[in-house]
């Protein structure tokens, strides 16, 4: 294993670090730092961006040869730090501490350290990671967003607010889908000059803002939460899949939401993220599709498409079926027979 020293952790100082240990230079444009890993060490590149207010971006992307310790000794800043995995793994361990957490895929953390406390990041060789980590100065963050005590959640006003670093704080969960749409957003942009370091320093508050509101909500507990997890994405995909395949015998939305392991709210806001519509509106719109391959390809009479399409009335189906497509079932199949022909 390899070890490295970093006795800062604003993030353009970690990169001159690192670019000191290694005896290479660093690109520089306005605030943004990208050091490109050399050769004997690995691949890949890692980034900073610098803002004004006491807060920054560090980007890792990037594959070591073998394992590396980077450790981030005592210095008189007081960091915050907002981590993500987008890909790999990452063991975190506060120098305290006899036991590492490990950072996977979807996993995102908070922490801060105590005064004089170090803590190090070890990577895992011969994998690729993608890490993001939001560093906060909380003292200098302080003078710039500034909020009163009721603002937000008091454990999380005591994180921003103990500038003595009295106490180190630590918690786990799963980013969401929002915050993993705006990571892929700030990689792809390509702009220049004050447009992308308005969008930069722009998109990293709100990556801040929407993880705040992540915390509160994983504060409710796992029952009464109502933010989407990146993690869960596949489960609206897989309530989707049920609904395709069950769809003659299809039971409630209640029954669905628990058959993923969902709370209701949390299921209907899925299926309006990524389908853009209700579970309902979803169900609807399979039973049209299915109704309308049915009707052109197969040999099925009307009553049995209505119980292949999970609906017990011959009329209520010609009444939705006409409201969407402006014609009677029987007069869709005359028409496409005709087309046919």
């Not at 890692?46 to 981030?72: P, R």
């Not at 500038?163 to 630590?170: A, G, L, P, T, V």
């Not at 299809?250 to 392991?261: E, F, I, N």
């Amino acid at each position: 294993m390899k070890k490295l020293e970093i006795d800062s952790f604003i993030p353009k100082n970690v990169i001159l670090g690192l670019a000191e240990a290694w005896n290479i230079s660093p690109s520089v444009s306005g605030n943004e730092y990208v050091l490109d890993v050399p050769d004997s060490w690995g691949q890949g590149q890692i980034s900073a961006v610098q803002f004004e207010g006491g807060f920054g971006l560090m980007k890792y992307d990037c594959e070591f040869l073998e394992d590396l310790e980077i450790h981030f000794v005592d210095s008189s800043e007081d960091p915050l730090k907002f981590l993500y995995c987008l890909n790999g793994n990452l063991q975190i361990r506060f120098a305290d501490k006899a036991e590492d957490f490990t950072m996977e895929k979807y996993n995102n953390c908070i922490l801060a350290s105590r005064a004089k406390q170090s803590h190090l990041f070890r990577f895992p060789g011969q994998t690729f990671v993608r890490i993001r980590s939001i560093e906060i100065d909380k003292t200098e963050f302080h003078t710039r967003f500034h909020c009163e005590p009721n603002g937000c959640h008091s454990q999380l006003q005591k994180i921003f607010e103990d500038h003595e670093d009295e106490e180190s704080f630590f918690q786990d969960g799963m980013y969401s889908v929002t915050l993993a749409g705006l990571f892929d957003r700030l990689d792809a942009f390509s702009q220049g000059g004050i447009l992308r370091a308005v969008y930069l320093e722009g998109t990293v508050l709100k990556i801040l803002s929407q993880q705040l509101m992540l915390y509160e909500d994983d504060l409710n507990g796992a029952n009464h939460q109502r933010i989407l997890r990146r993690s869960e994405m596949e489960l609206i995909h897989q309530a989707a899949q049920i609904i395709e395949d069950e769809l003659e015998d299809l039971g409630t939305v209640p029954d669905l939401a628990h058959r993923v392991g969902f709370n209701i709210n949390k299921l209907q806001d899925g299926f309006r993220m990524l389908y853009h519509m209700t579970v309902n509106q979803y169900i609807h719109t399979t039973r049209m599709q299915r109704a309308t391959t049915l009707l052109r390809y197969s040999d099925l009479n009307i009553s049995e498409i209505v119980h292949k399409v999970g609906l017990s009335s011959k009329s209520y189906f010609s009444k939705i079926f006409k409201e969407e497509y402006g014609i009677t079932p029987t007069q869709y199949r005359k028409e496409k027979w005709k087309i046919a022909v």
